[in-house]
């Protein structure tokens, strides 16, 4: 069982921009696909972007396309969201989780998961 920390949250204006790190304790993290996923209140936990375990490949949801890139250095076991042109509602909390399967955006697929770092972007 792969154990995830994301950081990097906080409370920004509209326009601004963050970077998420997401760190991993687990010797064999370069042999997973990782991905970001957010929820925001009363909100199904939604799929933000994915890296595979190269890092040679990503993809994004259409909702944050050319704002959001993932990014990942195998050698330090972190994974990175940076967030650009942040919008009020990508206002959420944001986990990294840990699969095999570089493809799949269903979090039902995944088991290891981090504790959420909170985004709040104000208008």
């Known amino acids: 069982q792969v154990q995830l920390a994301e950081s990097g949250g906080g409370l920004v204006q509209a326009g601004d921009s963050l970077r998420l790190s997401c760190t991993a304790s687990?010797?064999?993290?370069?042999?997973?696909?990782m991905h970001w996923f957010r929820q925001a209140p009363g909100k199904e936990r939604e799929f933000v972007a994915a890296i595979n375990w190269s890092g040679g490949s990503t993809y994004c949801a259409d909702s944050v396309k050319g704002r959001f890139s993932v990014s990942r250095d195998n050698a330090q076991n972190t994974v990175a969201l940076q967030m650009n042109s942040l919008k009020p509602e990508d206002t959420a909390v944001y986990y990294c989780?840990?699969?095999?399967?570089?493809?799949?955006?269903?979090?039902?697929?995944?088991?290891?998961w981090g504790q959420g770092t909170q985004v709040t972007v104000s208008s």
């Open positions: 687990e010797r064999t993290f370069r042999t997973y696909a």
């Open positions: 989780a840990a699969y095999w399967d570089y493809y799949s955006t269903r979090p039902s697929d995944f088991s290891s």
